[in-house]
């Protein structure tokens, strides 16, 4: 994890001769405290401080709020002599055994917010010609909030933003191109602990995943018996008449499919999946002699192998009804 500042010489140099940004005991005003006098030029501890104009800009490092939301504070002190805050470009590191997911990181939402105030920037994915923004470092990605208002001077103002993705991401530290007036600097700022979170080694219900009131997959998907069903198969699949006794082919795959959704919405381990995947690999083989489900009425019992799979779904409704995640 990354906890320093860069600069360019010139902006290092102005730095040291206008703001000397020295750590002391101060430390950063709590959100509660956002119309507080202001504090001097010196930068608190816990912070990190990017000259602008004849101002500073103080940074928060980030804090992971979960569900792929994280959040740093930012803070305009000193006169910028009319140089507003215009936009912040964010480059990211994913942790060290993190993969980028496929087309990069996308943004579900973004906002700056200061007590009941609330702005919404514009998400980009380009720095843009002529910006005189440069990031000092590669990353593995980068997005843009633009057309921001600028800051009132010594509030504290909280930035949030929330990853576009069903799957968690872990991501090592944060570059944050601070854009003011034709200023550009930098400031990197960490993100917490690359460890791999712990699971909860439970699985949620069928009624979750295909009776709840969706989305509830996270546009995820499952492959079995050589097909692949997305939410709105699954849900079909699950209102399909259970006249007469719920179809061998129903019962199979709707047991399969919500471990495996809740593995990969990361509500269980590697290991204990592993100790899950011989019973789901016996029903995929099942249903892989009939067409895609989807494309039945009634759907189809009986088959070759029909006895295993029942037992294999069979095993797989007891470690749901052990290991629920809502009783967690």
């Given at each position: 994890m990354k906890k320093h500042l860069t600069y360019s010489l010139a902006s290092l140099l102005f730095g040291f001769l206008a703001f000397s940004c020295t750590p002391d005991e101060a430390e950063l005003v709590e959100p509660s405290m956002d119309n507080k006098a202001a504090l001097s030029l010196s930068c608190p501890a816990g912070a990190t401080c990017v000259p602008v104009g004849n101002g500073q800009y103080q940074l928060s490092n980030a804090i992971y709020e979960g569900l792929n939301t994280w959040?740093?504070?930012?803070?305009?002190?000193?006169?910028?002599?009319?140089?507003?805050?215009?936009?912040?470009?964010?480059?990211?590191?994913?942790?060290?055994?993190?993969?980028?997911?496929?087309?990069?990181?996308?943004?579900?939402?973004?906002?700056?917010?200061?007590?009941?105030?609330?702005?919404?920037?514009?998400?980009?994915?380009?720095?843009?010609?002529?910006?005189?923004?440069?990031?000092?470092?590669?990353?593995?990605g980068y997005f843009k909030l633009d057309e921001l208002t600028a800051l009132s001077k010594d509030k504290?103002?909280?930035?949030?933003?929330?990853?576009?993705?069903?799957?968690?991401?872990?991501?090592?530290?944060?570059?944050?191109?601070?854009?003011?007036?034709?200023?550009?600097?930098?400031?990197?700022?960490?993100?917490?602990?690359?460890?791999?979170?712990?699971?909860?080694?439970?699985?949620y219900s069928q009624g979750y995943f295909f009776a709840k009131p969706g989305p509830t997959?996270?546009?995820?998907?499952?492959?079995?018996?050589?097909e692949t069903y997305n939410e709105a198969d699954g849900r079909y699949i699950w209102s399909t008449s259970n006249a007469g006794g719920i179809a061998t082919s129903k019962k199979v795959f709707l047991q399969a499919a919500t471990i495996m959704l809740s593995y990969q919405l990361g509500h269980m381990s590697s290991a204990v999946y592993g100790t899950l995947s011989a019973d789901i690999a016996i029903i995929s083989n099942y249903l892989a002699q009939f067409d895609k489900l989807t494309s039945y009425e009634q759907l189809p019992s009986g088959g070759d192998g029909a006895a295993a799979a029942w037992a294999a779904a069979a095993r797989l409704d007891q470690f749901i009804q052990a290991n629920h995640c809502d009783n967690r």
């Open positions: 959040s740093f504070t930012i803070k305009q002190t000193g006169d910028p002599k009319g140089i507003g805050l215009s936009n912040l470009v964010i480059g990211y590191t994913l942790c060290p055994d993190e993969e980028l997911p496929a087309g990069g990181i996308l943004l579900e939402s973004a906002a700056i917010i200061n007590g009941s105030s609330q702005q919404t920037p514009v998400i980009e994915y380009s720095i843009g010609l002529g910006t005189g923004c440069a990031f000092t470092g590669s990353n593995d504290l103002y909280t930035v949030r933003f929330t990853i576009e993705s069903a799957l968690p991401v872990r991501i090592d530290y944060f570059e944050v191109l601070v854009k003011a007036g034709n200023n550009c600097v930098s400031a990197v700022l960490d993100a917490g602990d690359c460890t791999p979170p712990p699971t909860d080694d439970c699985s997959w996270g546009g995820l998907s499952v492959s079995l018996g050589g």
